[in-house]
């Protein structure tokens, strides 16, 4: 059936559905036979496609070729194949891995797209339900505001001034505006989408008035399902620190690749001009050193590792009602350094109710501004809709006035919905005496546009003395921090010709104010002061009454003085110069409209500063984009602000920003502190390698450095990520933007303990391949150069170098657990971090079981090593810990200087 043909009775009975919508009942068997509301998405990868992806990074590759050559030379040399065994398990663990970390990243995404799932307001069961998009199914009959995305091919069947941005679909740049009537075309042809103006299709947007509407289509049946056949997600960019992160990994790819051609060509070149035999096996030997260097200098897990935590971080802060609609927010919020809220629900609770009022009849006044609302009073006597409304439809009710019955009496007939620009809204209601038009909205706008006032129970010219008596009474509500709303009415003998704004609100009838209490968020106080020691300025927007705006902010202490507040008038009256000359102290704007919104946040950022603005009406969308970090309302929210904001606030609470940024810093620290860590270790492999290349001997090989990077580095890495923030994150300022990844010391950090580690393994293989006859202290008579791989001191000298950094790097990751505290410090605050514990525990039983069970130990070319050995190889690796706090307590003190 063409839809936009037919009449509206005609299409519900089509549809099987009526202007009450469907039951629940009638819904669920229409999503179990028809499917989801969703188009087709791209097929995912295999687990098989997605296991040979992990083969084909260049490292894996020279692993593959690493193994090659050792079965080659196995077979040559008649041996068992060790090397080639553990390398290929090595590889194997690595893509499993990989393809875990993988699918865990990529669940945790989905449960956060979950979380933001889009939802409609649907009749069913007769009462305004909101019902995930996905789940609408042909019948459902759905309520449309300004701001809402339209969930599904629809027949419009009521229209109030609606206009439709269809731009996604059509092309089309400017709002169409939509009616009921039937549209024919030119006979059988088919009217084109953009003039099918009786219709709503997915993905377009209300941008203006409201409306309700039947679900005709759904899915891959839509218009858009149908010039879309399979339109996949949009991928996740990666963060700024991923990108430079992937520049460093193959920056290091390249530089190690070069040192292991030069390591390679130098052991060649030595040995040939020292005289020595050239032989394949000590090629391929020379080969095997190189890899070896190779394994050790790359950070195979780095990108991983950084991914994970972005992941189980946005997921915590999922937990924590804020909802990462884009990566790159996490690392922006630790810079945020403005952070500008709406006042309504944010800063206040958005629970209003009316508590005080001016009028000439209290019954009357409910009545006009019940009706002038866009509520549902539901069967059970609960409102649905917009809080501030709801609380004048709750005044009414209070009165006796059900707001279903009064419409019974006085049924709307025509309006001009409220937008943020007028401040005001406007309906036109069918009366036995003809047609009377109630108008709510600011008290200043409303007054200024009305001709007469109803005083001492008749209608009067509007004076000077009774605007001042408004005025009078207006202020006295604002400063008990109420929100004040005007009523106003006008009467015709029928149906204006025009229902535009302009030719409606005029020449009105003020009838009252009402002033309605929305209590001040408890936690919020709180939320302020920790913005004030985290280095950030909470600043305050609303379209309130300047001296509500100025009352709330006192009590919150976001200002002092009633000087640091602004209206949108006296911001109009200001150039860009001059505006930039007081933005920095003004921190309260009311009155307000959103196109300064926009304007406040480009002051800032003109300044430099990180600034984050909160917004949940359609007009707020441009002034959300703008900031660096744009927060949409999950409650109040449209889904315009929700689809461009980077992060969504499930309870609409300023708290929740707070805790985000001190989540983002978390996160943001806890990368920083992997980094280092593996960094530190692979640098610390790198040198050892490098040092015993120079000096004639082979300290480790590359399945020990796998083993390493894969037991003992991976799993701290990761459990670093989830470690608690420190105790003074939000005494902090703002980190910058620029701070690159090796800012605030840490590169400084990678080298010392790098050479650090170094030493100390050094130092333990010196000690196995001395000692291998019974410890002699003499160090005059010690070996330090050309020591042969296969000799019992080799073995027990690498097995002991291999004890001492794998332990050293595990005791390493508690130094990590904060870049300049103390450790012990931390612990006896009781900061632990269970899972690091763990991980340590598990890598000291899992390499000593490598060193000590017999077949792992003949396969690794391991030593037995006794109590006394094992003891110093475990003493070498803990100075890591004393040696490490005593520099932190040098750092300290001179930064303190």
């Not at 009022?357 to 539901?378: G, H, P, Q, R």
């Not at 509500?477 to 204006?496: G, Q, T």
């Not at 109590?867 to 803990?878: D, E, K, S, T, V």
Request: proline residues 3%; hydrophobic residues 45%; aromatic residues 6%.
């Amino acid at each position: 059936m063409n839809f936009y043909r037919e009449e509206v009775e005609t299409v519900l009975k089509e549809v099987d559905s009526s202007s009450a919508g469907l039951t629940s009942a009638e819904a669920a068997q229409r999503l179990e036979k028809n499917g989801k509301n969703k188009l087709k998405q791209a097929e995912k990868d295999s687990l098989l496609k997605r296991f040979f992806a992990q083969l084909t990074d260049p490292m894996i590759i020279i692993l593959l070729a690493a193994a090659a050559i050792s079965a080659v030379l196995a077979i040559v040399e008649k041996e068992f194949p060790s090397d080639v065994i553990i390398i290929l398990v090595v590889v194997l663990i690595n893509a499993v891995l990989g393809v875990y970390q993988e699918s865990k990243a990529e669940k945790a995404i989905e449960a956060l797209q979950e979380m933001s799932a889009a939802t409609t307001k649907t009749l069913r069961d007769g009462n305004v339900v909101a019902v995930k998009s996905e789940d609408l199914v042909v019948g459902d009959v759905i309520i449309l505001d300004a701001g809402d995305a339209i969930p599904a091919d629809c027949r419009i069947i009521e229209c109030a001034s609606m206009k439709i941005e269809e731009a996604a679909l059509t092309g089309e740049s400017v709002p169409v505006t939509k009616m009921l009537e039937v549209i024919n075309g030119k006979g059988e042809e088919a009217v084109p989408l953009g003039d099918r103006k009786n219709m709503a299709y997915m993905g377009s947007t209300l941008v203006y008035g409201r409306g309700k509407a039947v679900v005709v289509a759904t899915g891959m049946d839509t218009e858009m399902g149908k010039i879309a056949d399979a339109i996949a997600t949009a991928e996740e960019g990666e963060t700024p620190l991923q990108k430079k992160l992937s520049q460093l990994s193959k920056t290091l790819t390249f530089l190690v690749i070069g040192i292991c051609v030069f390591i390679f060509g130098f052991q060649l070149i030595k040995t040939f001009l020292g005289g020595g035999e050239l032989g394949l096996h000590t090629v391929l030997d020379f080969f095997m050193v190189a890899v070896s260097l190779a394994v050790a200098a790359i950070p195979e897990g780095l990108a991983a590792v950084v991914t994970i935590v972005l992941s189980m971080g946005v997921t915590t802060m999922s937990k924590k009602n804020a909802i990462i609609r884009k990566l790159t927010a996490v690392e922006t919020l630790g810079c945020a350094q403005i952070i500008c809220s709406d006042k309504t629900g944010t800063l206040t609770q958005n629970v209003m109710t009316v508590v005080d009022s001016f009028c000439e009849d209290e019954k009357n006044l409910a009545t006009m501004m019940s009706l002038c609302t866009d509520v549902t009073v539901n069967s059970d006597g609960s409102v649905t809709g917009e809080p501030t409304e709801a609380a004048l439809v709750n005044f009414a009710i209070k009165l006796g006035l059900n707001k279903n019955d009064l419409q019974e009496k006085m049924p709307r007939v025509a309006e001009a919905p409220f937008d943020s620009g007028r401040k005001m809204m406007s309906t036109l209601h069918q009366t036995a005496n003809g047609i009377v038009q109630f108008t709510k909205g600011a008290p200043d706008i409303v007054v200024s546009l009305c001709k007469y006032a109803q005083m001492d129970g008749k209608v009067v010219p509007m004076s000077d003395e009774i605007k001042a008596k408004i005025s009078e009474e207006n202020k006295r509500m604002a400063d008990k921090a109420l929100r004040v709303l005007a009523c106003a009415m006008k009467k015709y003998p029928e149906i204006p010709a025009s229902t535009e704004p302009a030719d409606l609100e005029n020449e009105m009838v003020f009838v009252g104010l009402t002033g309605m209490i929305d209590p001040v968020r408890p936690e919020v106080k709180d939320a302020i002061d920790e913005c004030r020691s985290a280095g950030i300025t909470p600043i305050m927007i609303t379209g309130d009454h300047k001296d509500t705006a100025v009352a709330i902010a006192k009590e919150l202490g976001i200002i002092k003085d009633e000087k640091n507040a602004m209206t949108g008038a006296d911001l109009e009256k200001l150039s860009d110069e001059e505006f930039d000359n007081v933005v920095t102290n003004t921190f309260v704007y009311a009155r307000v409209q959103p196109e300064h919104k926009t304007r406040i946040v480009t002051a800032w950022k003109k300044k430099g500063y990180i600034t984050a603005m909160t917004g949940d009406g359609v007009n707020d969308a441009p002034s959300i984009k703008s900031a660096d970090i744009g927060v949409g309302m999950g409650i109040t929210g449209t889904d315009v602000t929700k689809n461009v904001a980077d992060m969504v606030l499930a309870d609409d609470n300023f708290a929740t920003i707070v805790s985000a940024v001190g989540e983002g810093r978390r996160i943001y620290d806890n990368i920083r502190k992997a980094i280092q860590f593996l960094l530190g270790s692979n640098l610390s492999e790198v040198l050892s390698i490098f040092f015993a290349t120079l000096l004639g001997f082979t300290i480790l090989e590359a399945p020990h450095l796998l083993w390493i990077n894969l037991v003992t580095d991976c799993f701290p890495a990761l459990a670093l990520g989830v470690e608690k923030p420190e105790s003074n994150i939000m005494k902090r300022k703002p980190r910058s933007t620029k701070d690159g990844i090796f800012s605030g010391g840490l590169g400084i950090d990678v080298l010392y303990q790098g050479a650090l580690v170094t030493l100390l393994t050094m130092a333990a293989y010196f000690v196995g391949v001395n000692s291998v006859n019974g410890f002699n202290w003499d160090l005059s008579t010690w070996t330090f150069t050309n020591i042969a791989l296969g000799t019992e001191a080799g073995h027990l000298g690498t097995t002991m170098a291999f004890l001492t950094m794998s332990m050293c790097e595990i005791f390493h990751s508690l130094n990590m657990r904060s870049q300049r505290g103390s450790i012990f410090a931390m612990a006896f605050k009781g900061s632990h971090n269970l899972l690091l514990y763990g991980s340590m525990v598990a890598t000291l039983i899992l390499t000593t079981l490598v060193i000590e069970v017999p077949f792992l130990a003949a396969a690794f070319d391991f030593s037995h090593l006794d109590i006394a050995h094992y003891g110093i190889a475990i003493g070498l690796a803990f100075l890591i810990i004393p040696i490490v706090e005593i520099i932190k307590v040098i750092q300290r003190a001179t930064s303190k200087k």
